[in-house]
Nanobody
Framework: EVQLVESGGGMVQPGGSLRLSCAASGFTFSSYYMSWVRHSPGKGLEWVSAINSGGGSTSYADSVKGRFTISRDNAKNTLYLQMNSLKPEDTALYYC????????????????WGQGTQVTVSS
């Protein structure tokens, strides 16, 4: 069974940094695109970033471009999201997702949600 376990969230001050991790199992991790999606009360579900199977191609939402970096370690079946220069607007529950989950339709039909990890940016 597909399992995705997010970790690394916490409370940080504006301008701070966090690195999120996603431990994957139950599928051939190195064969899939992976994505990060976040959920907040005001914006709902929002795509954040995506990375191809080999890690050589990445994409970002405009709201995080230049501040966040997605990466992966296929030998460890782990996806990462390095978040720098954090803003209060980044406060959300962050989920990793299997596949190129970059559209509203993909998010709404996606089936393999983990528990997420909470990121709170506040002074």
């Amino acid at each position: 069974e597909v399992q995705l376990v997010e970790s690394g969230g916490g409370m940080v001050q504006p301008g701070g940094s966090l690195r999120l991790s996603c431990a994957a199992s139950g599928f051939t991790f190195s064969s899939y695109y992976m994505s990060w999606v976040r959920h907040s009360p005001g914006k709902g579900l929002e795509w954040v970033s995506a990375i191809n199977s080999g890690g050589g191609s990445t994409s970002y939402a405009d709201s995080v471009k230049g501040r966040f970096t997605i990466s992966r370690d296929n030998a460890k079946n782990t996806l990462y999201l390095q978040m720098n220069s954090l803003k209060p607007e980044d406060t959300a529950l962050y989920y990793c997702a299997r596949g190129r989950i970059t559209t509203v339709q993909a998010i709404q039909t996606y089936n393999y949600w983990g528990q997420g990890t909470q990121v709170t940016v506040s002074s």
